[in-house]
Each structure stands twice: as structure tokens, then as C-alpha cells.
């Protein structure tokens, strides 16, 4: 039974993620990137990784693909301008797809896909904490990539705020200056002579 229902979830999450970049609506692509992280919580259920099932319902299907749609919907996005220059990243959109063909090629050989090779995860007991056991290996062995990475979301974080930052002209107000303020600074009064309009 748990065969079948992995074969089942995998069909679906791969069709999801093919038709994640090949719909031409961005709503519906974000829609069916929903589906494919809500299949691959369903496969870690599988697995026994109860935790990581729910953070990744919770945190990304939960809150940040909520966002990305919300913010897809939102723009107005004009897709006629942004095909205008297609050509000419066309050598470069080659290579890159020639490059993770070839990775793909070398992943995901026979000998790599045999099911025989990889051993079912063993059953645990009634009191057995998924999110314990994930901490004592976060923490103890592998500490230093687990540090490592989130020093470079860190710097991708502060590189991203740099990058949106632009020079501003400065508009401070004296709030002293303000109150200091006379009549005269602000208003005058001109004397003008009275003019009778001929008919």
C-alpha cells in the first residue's frame, strides 16, 4: 500500500512541476506549485519526517506561495513587453538547458533508480519525537552547514536590501524651526491700487 500511494504521489508531484513552467498564467503556475509542495508534504508523511511534513504545508504552502499568489494576482503584468527581447537570451537559455540536461542524464541513471538499493525507513516507537531526532542532527552533526547556510541567507538578505536601496533626497523637518515661524516669514501682504475695468 505504501508502494502504491508513493508511485501515485510521485506522478502527481512531477506532473505539478511540469506544469509549474510550462502553463503560460503565472496564477495557475503558482496554483500548481501549491500542489506540487502539498504532494511532496504527502511523501515525507511517507518517510516518516512528520515534522518537515507540516513546516512545509504550514510555512511555504501556508504563508509564502499565499504571498506569491496574492502578489501575482496584484501585478499587472504586460507579458507582450516582456517577450520583446527573447531572442537574444536565446544562446544562453540553450546552454543552461543543455547544461542541466546533461546533469539530469547523469543523476538519473538506472543504476541510480533502483528501489532494491535504498532500504524502507524503519518503523519507530509510539514515543519516538521526529523533531527531536531532527534537532540532535541539526545541532551536533551537521552544525557547520547548517551555520554555514543560514550565514548565507544572512548576506543574501542584507545583499538584497542593499540592492533595493537608492539614493533619496533627504526631506527632514526642523520641528524648532517650525515653531519659530513669524507671519511675515510666511505670508505678504502687497499693496495693490484699485483698477476700474472699462466696459
Known amino acids: 500500500m505504501e508502494k502504491a500511494?508513493?508511485?501515485?504521489?510521485?506522478?502527481?508531484?512531477?506532473?505539478?512541476?511540469?506544469?509549474?513552467?510550462?502553463?503560460?498564467?503565472p496564477v495557475?503556475?503558482?496554483l500548481f506549485l501549491i500542489l506540487a509542495?502539498?504532494?511532496?508534504?504527502?511523501?515525507?508523511l511517507l518517510l516518516e519526517a512528520e515534522f518537515l511534513?507540516?513546516?512545509?504545508?504550514?510555512?511555504?504552502?501556508?504563508?509564502?506561495?499565499?504571498?506569491?499568489?496574492?502578489?501575482?494576482?496584484?501585478?499587472?503584468?504586460?507579458?507582450?513587453?516582456?517577450?520583446?527581447?527573447?531572442?537574444?537570451?536565446l544562446p544562453v537559455g540553450i546552454l543552461v538547458s543543455a547544461l542541466i540536461i546533461f546533469e539530469m542524464i547523469a543523476v538519473l541513471r538506472p543504476k541510480n533508480l533502483?528501489?532494491?538499493?535504498?532500504?524502507?525507513?524503519?518503523?519507530?516507537?509510539?514515543?519516538?519525537?521526529n523533531t527531536k531526532e531532527l534537532g540532535r542532527l541539526l545541532y551536533t552533526v551537521y552544525v557547520y552547514p547548517f551555520e554555514l547556510?543560514?550565514?548565507?541567507?544572512?548576506?543574501?538578505?542584507?545583499?538584497?536590501?542593499?540592492?533595493?536601496?537608492?539614493?533619496?533626497?533627504?526631506?527632514?523637518?526642523?520641528?524648532?524651526q517650525q515653531v519659530r515661524v513669524q507671519r511675515r516669514d510666511r505670508v505678504k501682504l502687497i499693496k495693490m491700487t484699485a483698477e476700474k475695468i472699462q466696459k
Not at 5 to 25: E, G, K, Q
Not at 59 to 84: K, P, W
Not at 115 to 128: G, T
Not at 158 to 170: S, Y
Open 53 to 89: 511534513a507540516i513546516v512545509l504545508i504550514l510555512v511555504y504552502i501556508g504563508a509564502v506561495m499565499v504571498l506569491f499568489l496574492f502578489v501575482v494576482m496584484m501585478l499587472d503584468i504586460n507579458f507582450t513587453s516582456l517577450r520583446e527581447g527573447f531572442t537574444q537570451y
Open 5 to 25: 500511494l508513493f508511485y501515485i504521489f510521485s506522478i502527481i508531484l512531477l506532473s505539478a512541476a511540469i506544469m509549474v513552467i510550462t502553463v503560460r498564467n
Open 114 to 129: 533502483d528501489l532494491k538499493q535504498f532500504v524502507a525507513p524503519i518503523p519507530h516507537q509510539a514515543d519516538y519525537s
Open 37 to 44: 509542495f502539498f504532494t511532496s508534504a504527502a511523501i515525507w
Open 149 to 176: 547556510a543560514s550565514v548565507i541567507l544572512l548576506v543574501a538578505i542584507v545583499a538584497a536590501i542593499a540592492l533595493t536601496l537608492r539614493r533619496r533626497a533627504n526631506k527632514s523637518q526642523d520641528p524648532a
Open 28 to 30: 495557475r503556475a503558482v
